[in-house]
């Protein structure tokens, strides 16, 4: 396994008091909660930190981490040492507030079984509900509109043969149903973390994300894309193909639209009650002069036009 | 890997959306949270009931997700409730305003 540097993670010196660690966590923290932040790897940040702060916060555990010297590298190769744990008495040892099964090998192995006498969590005797599982699934913009199926593996936390906590794949086969928006939750009842002895299974809840859309954005229930039209089109007005969540249909532009303006497909949204709509937002977008007779009609707009785009603007 | 996904039974769960109502020991339940909290919550604005009285109390289903990003709020940050119900809001907010800027940057 690999030596985990938890005074880097946290951004401390060795020498840093209590007091610092806490500032640190605080700070760190509220730039990679997941809840709040928005950098790609919040999540795996955040895991880290905790795993960190679980070692640093508590005195006996950092001592014990200091012990194993100040030489070792991060994701250098690690194998407790053979004396490990002897000497400490670790009250709070274990696993305190955080979920276990976040932590990485190299906690597991220092503060996990070697020090299940010090007053870890005990697992086997207690009957302990099954923990809810959280998980994001990645979904298309159309998946909303029709409904569909993932295959899911999920990391899930069950009682080994040895009677100690094991983390184990599970691949689950879960239905998107039509209509979930971003952000939503979808619950599935007891097919969270087993539960211990008689403890009742866990809940799984699945977290909706959509994939990015190269060309259609959603706000809420509203779908919306950039429509480019020919200035022509958007003068004159005109009838146009538009690509939707649903299939392609047919847009009549009505004469003197500008660039920005919007046109809506009712209902042609995610479906809801009521369903959402779909913007059209009209994108003028100019033919190149790459011919002599195409820079000539622009030459002759320039003469008889006598349009003057600047002129709000008082010049 | 196809083939074998093919042979699991297909789950389906609820969406935890507006319209479906929860009652308060639905919500305890699902939020592992005894009802005492969940008063506590409600009096600062993070949850807000449907309803008149507590036996009649509904919640939306919306709700799970507030309850549980305030109570990781308030253990991961050392911010009460006050402080969470704030967070909740100026997210939900900045949510709004992500999704927005998201259509003007390609």
Known sequence: ?315 | MRMKNELLPLMSGDILEEDLELTLADLCRVCHMPAEQVFELIEEGIIEPKGDNRAVWRFQGTSVRRVRCAVQLRRDLGVNWAGAALALELLDELYVLRMRLRRFEH
């Open chain 1, 1 to 315: 396994m690999e030596y985990k540097d938890y005074y880097k993670i946290m951004g401390v010196h060795r020498d840093a008091t209590q007091d610092d660690i806490k500032r640190a966590y605080r700070k760190l923290a509220r730039k990679y909660h997941p809840d709040v932040s928005k950098e790609a790897d919040a999540e795996t940040r955040f895991k880290e930190l905790g795993e960190a702060y679980e070692v640093l916060k508590d005195p006996e555990k950092r001592v014990a981490y200091d012990r194993l010297g100040s030489n070792w590298r991060a994701g250098q190769e690690f194998r407790p040492p053979p004396d490990w744990g002897h000497g400490f008495e670790f009250h709070g040892g274990g696993f305190t507030e955080a979920d276990a099964s976040q932590f990485s090998d190299f906690f597991e192995s220092l503060f996990g079984r070697g020090f299940a006498h010090g007053g870890g969590r005990p697992w086997q005797e207690t009957s302990a509900h099954g923990q809810d599982v959280y998980a994001k699934v990645y979904i298309e913009i159309e998946d909303a509109y029709h409904g569909a199926s993932r295959a899911l593996t999920l990391k899930s936390t069950v009682l080994g043969a040895d009677g100690r906590p094991q983390v184990k794949d599970r691949t689950l086969n879960v239905r998107i149903p039509k209509g979930v928006r971003q952000g939503q939750y979808i619950r599935l009842t007891g097919q969270g973390d087993p539960g211990f002895g008689n403890g009742k299974q866990g809940d799984l809840y699945l977290e909706i994300e959509f994939q990015h859309h190269p060309y259609y954005h959603v706000e809420g229930k509203n779908v919306y894309i950039d429509l480019p039209i020919a200035p022509w089109e958007a003068i004159l007005g005109a009838t146009v193909k538009t690509p939707t969540p649903t299939g392609i249909v047919e847009l009549k532009i009505p004469a003197g639209s500008v660039s920005g303006g919007k046109l809506r497909l009712k209902g042609r949204g995610i479906p809801a009650k009521p369903d959402g709509d779909f913007y059209v937002v009209l994108k003028v977008s100019l033919p190149p002069a790459d011919t002599d007779a195409t820079r000539a009609v622009y030459q002759e707009m320039a003469r008889i036009t006598r349009f003057n785009p600047r002129a709000s603007l008082g010049v």
